[in-house]
């Protein structure tokens, strides 16, 4: 894991760079001078069922700046979240997501209680508080076009000051070039591992990036703020990963444990 002997040196190139991007300031995504990077849970929170609103009001509850969640299409038709295809690690039962009516998905207990929400009640949740909400489109579905037009048409049904505090993302480029089409100014994170995959990213202009915690470095970085107005880092689970990538100037972690990296970051200087 790399240290932070080079944090003045690329705090000093973090602020260098964000002096020249000027009007990108006002993307509620972009971080702020000074501040910390903004944290999102992952699924939520550990400790609760993820991708549940159990586990997004912990996340909230615990200071996060928002939550990153999965979406999928079941046999009705409603877009819901679930982050697996099927049930079997979440509920350990067999039923796959997309053969099951939302009705019979409200019956599967995933645990304290908790069974799986549609979209549009856990961007009410998030949203009614000012939170930002990361959408990612699951790209291993029978219907991508079905799931990326349903994940749209729920958020654009929000005002518009909602919409703006929501990302879409995905692995999938195709799935961001479609939503990108369908409605232009949501804003979007292409997610990315390895080399092989960012070679993948759509190039969509004022779009966001979203790398593996692993394939961040100073040099890394400063391709991807090359092309990309920000840049989200899953999923950084580990104290001195996240003061090492918000010395580097990343725009916000997502993370299994929030509270960790929030306690974490209030110790790192900006």
């Excluded at 997501?97 to 961007?123: K, M, N, S, T, W």
């Excluded at 999938?172 to 995959?197: C, I, M, W």
């Amino acid at each position: 894991m790399t240290g932070t002997g080079t944090g003045t040196r690329s705090r000093s190139r973090s602020r260098q760079t964000r002096k020249l991007r000027g009007t990108r300031q006002t993307n509620p995504f972009v971080r702020a001078l000074g501040a910390r990077p903004f944290v999102y849970g992952h699924r939520g929170m550990r400790g609760a069922p993820e991708n549940t609103v159990l586990a997004f009001e912990r996340a909230l509850q615990a200071g996060a700046d928002g939550f990153e969640l999965d979406v999928r299409v079941c046999k009705s038709g409603e877009v819901v979240v679930m982050h697996d295809a099927d049930l079997k690690r979440m509920a350990g039962r067999e039923g796959e997501i997309a053969a099951l009516d939302y009705a019979e998905l409200c019956e599967v207990d995933l645990g304290d209680g908790q069974h799986v929400p549609l979209l549009r009640d856990a961007l009410q949740l998030g949203l009614s508080r000012n939170a930002r909400v990361n959408v990612e489109i699951k790209s291993d579905v029978p219907n991508l076009d079905q799931l990326v037009r349903g994940s749209v048409a729920e958020i654009l049904a929000l005002p518009t000051p909602q919409q703006e505090l929501v990302v879409v993302s995905s692995f999938d480029a195709s799935a961001l070039q479609q939503v990108r089409a369908l409605a232009p100014t949501l804003a979007l994170g292409f997610l990315y591992a390895n080399e092989q995959q960012e070679a993948t990213q759509p190039g969509l202009p004022g779009s966001g990036e979203h790398p593996r915690f692993s394939y961040v470095s100073e040099e890394s970085l400063q391709r991807f703020r090359a092309r990309a107005s920000f840049i989200n880092v899953w999923t950084v689970n580990d104290p001195e990963e996240a003061r090492r990538l918000c010395a580097l100037g990343v725009d916000g972690l997502i993370s299994d444990v929030p509270d960790t990296i929030l306690a974490a970051l209030r110790s790192t200087p900006v």
